[in-house]
């Protein structure tokens, strides 16, 4: 769905036809917001078109690099011949470092990231039975640009969890706490198929 037409939508929804409420900006702020949202919780495979690359020479171990600044979330990190991968951690799974960094039986290469002094995300690579990270490629997925007249929705096929993502903020804004849980339930459910089991062993590839 075009730009424009989602913001038609957003006036029935708001019930504020005239932007006196709300300016159409604050409109497509909170549908940027709700296109973001999406790009965070659904499976890298539904946003191939946010998938850039980043290539790197060489990263020892342990090593850091900063991470690009449109970065939301990984896609696929590993060695330009495909060999072997280069799992991405969260802290929920900060137990596999452990055993990486005190000699344990998980050889995986891995990295995460984390805020530096210097309030920059950063990357590090523990490459555990590897000494040096050379020529790799990492796929991540990039945040999309503020939807605006003129400038669409990069994600494709999602335009009725959009459409409920603005109503939940909208409600919250207002204070409208009960509509706006009715609305964020509505929303997940929507994005329920497209989210990948947390369970599943090949999340986050």
């Given amino acids: 769905m075009s730009s424009a037409n989602l913001l038609s939508l957003a006036r029935i929804i708001s019930?504020?036809?005239d932007h006196s409420a709300y300016t159409s900006i604050q409109k497509f702020e909170i549908l940027s917001a709700g296109q973001e949202a999406i790009v965070r919780l659904i499976d890298v495979d539904y946003l191939d078109n946010l998938k850039k690359l980043k290539s790197h020479t060489s990263?020892?171990?342990?090593g850091t690099f900063t991470v690009e600044t449109d970065y939301i979330k990984n896609a696929y990190f590993s060695f330009s011949d495909g060999s072997t991968e280069v799992e991405y951690i969260g802290v929920e799974e900060k137990g596999k470092l452990r055993n990486s960094m005190r000699g344990g039986t998980d050889v995986q290469p891995i990295w995460y990231t984390y805020l530096n002094s210097s309030?920059?995300?950063t990357g590090k690579v523990i490459l555990s039975t590897y000494s040096?990270?050379?020529n790799?490629?990492?796929y991540y997925i990039?945040?999309?640009p503020e939807i605006a007249l003129g400038q669409e929705p990069l994600i494709i096929g999602f335009d009725d969890s959009l459409l409920a993502y603005f109503k939940y903020l909208l409600h919250?804004?207002?204070?409208?706490?009960?509509?706006s849980q009715i609305a964020y339930q509505s929303f997940m459910s929507s994005l329920a198929p497209f989210i990948r089991n947390p369970s599943d062993p090949n999340k986050d590839k």
């Fill in 15 to 17: 019930k504020d036809p």
């Fill in 59 to 62: 990263i020892a171990s342990p």
């Fill in 119 to 121: 309030n920059v995300l």
């Fill in 132 to 134: 040096l990270l050379d």
């Fill in 136 to 138: 790799s490629e990492q």
């Fill in 142 to 144: 990039m945040r999309p």
């Fill in 172 to 179: 919250l804004m207002e204070g409208q706490a009960e509509l």
